[in-house]
């Protein structure tokens, strides 16, 4: 696994917008921009960061603005600007090789799945599903958002979960209120396990399964002396398209190996059928530990995670904690 170099004070982030740009939102980005900078970073963003459109601009010229970045001698990371529908248009011009000969760290959250996990799975170079640019507008800032740049820097950082969590999905919600308590339900009683993370959005995932942009069963061969720790990100799946989608995934051979599952809370629920996730996830991974209502994904607060690395994962009394082995 290849680890790009981590951040230095001083160093400079650069920003994409390979799904949707921020221009709906350009009061919130620009303070999440100013924390950035606060916290000792230089920020370049390229032409469509800033566009009002779902898209980002077209399909082409998003993939030559993150190639820009990726041989950009002076960019050190690389951020996605925001999450969005309409990544997957840009993978048959993205260019993977042009990645693989200047690997840097690619953080995005949601939509960006589509282009961290065949970095991931099909080239070997680590990326991060933690936070978008346009997320660190959050005042008081808050602890999970202060862990995600201590890992982003390459500090040994221990992710527990959280005590409270926001029932209501941040952007309806008046003000950042952590309301509702927060257990993490499982399978089983405890665990104490590690091996290579993947994962991402389920939502993207599903639409990645069996293209050539899904490097899963080379990923899992190339780990399956260490084992897999799956985590899913579902924004809206309802609960039938959720157990069809682990099914695919299952009958796709993803879960070859597979030591854990983490699966995050839905932030937006829903059943055809009156299935529950709890039953969908039961009937399609009843085989496997697996740890549900995590704080991975679009709910407040969620971790940092890094596609690629191996996790050190504890689980006992509705509680976990997390921590990743990086090798510089």
């Excluded at 980002?56 to 030559?64: C, N, P, S, V, Y």
């Excluded at 048959?92 to 959250?109: C, D, E, L, T």
């Excluded at 800032?141 to 926001?166: A, C």
């Excluded at 919600?173 to 509702?180: P, W």
Aim: charged fraction near 25%; proline fraction near 4%.
């Amino acid at each position: 696994m290849i680890y790009p170099e981590f951040l230095h004070k001083g160093d400079t982030i650069g920003i994409c917008a390979p799904s949707a740009g921020v221009g709906k939102k350009l009061e919130s980005y620009d303070t999440a921009i100013d924390y950035l900078k606060q916290q000792g970073y230089q920020i370049k963003e390229t032409a469509s960061v800033r566009l009002n459109d779902p898209r980002g601009g077209d399909a082409r010229t998003r993939a030559k603005e993150l190639d820009q970045l990726v041989t950009d001698p002076e960019m050190d990371m690389i951020m996605c600007a925001a999450g969005g529908d309409f990544l997957d248009e840009i993978l048959p011009y993205v260019n993977f090789a042009s990645i693989r000969k200047h690997p840097k760290w690619i953080m995005g959250a949601s939509d960006p799945t589509g282009l961290l996990f065949p970095i991931t799975t099909k080239y070997d170079i680590a990326t991060v599903y933690g936070l978008n640019a346009g997320s660190y507008d959050i005042d008081p800032v808050p602890e999970f958002v202060k862990k995600n740049l201590q890992i982003l820097s390459g500090r040994k950082t221990i992710q527990k979960s959280s005590d409270y969590h926001m029932k209501t999905p941040s952007f309806l919600a008046e003000k950042i209120e952590f309301d509702t308590k927060t257990e993490w339900l499982a399978n089983i009683d405890s665990l104490d396990v590690q091996g290579r993370c993947i994962g991402g959005c389920i939502d993207v995932l599903k639409d990645l399964i069996g293209t050539p942009y899904d490097g899963t069963k080379s990923f899992v061969r190339r780990y399956s002396d260490e084992g897999i720790i799956w985590y899913f990100d579902n924004f809206s799946q309802s609960a039938e398209v959720f157990y069809r989608t682990l099914l695919q995934m299952k009958y796709a051979g993803w879960f070859k190996g597979t030591k854990a599952i983490l699966i995050g809370r839905v932030l937006f629920e829903s059943s055809e059928t009156g299935m529950t996730y709890e039953e969908a996830i039961d009937r399609a991974l009843g085989e496997f530990p697996v740890i549900r209502e995590t704080d991975i994904g679009h709910t407040l607060p969620h971790m940092t995670m890094i596609n690629g690395a191996v996790l050190h994962l504890t689980y006992r009394n509705k509680k976990a904690s997390l921590s990743f082995l990086t090798e510089s």
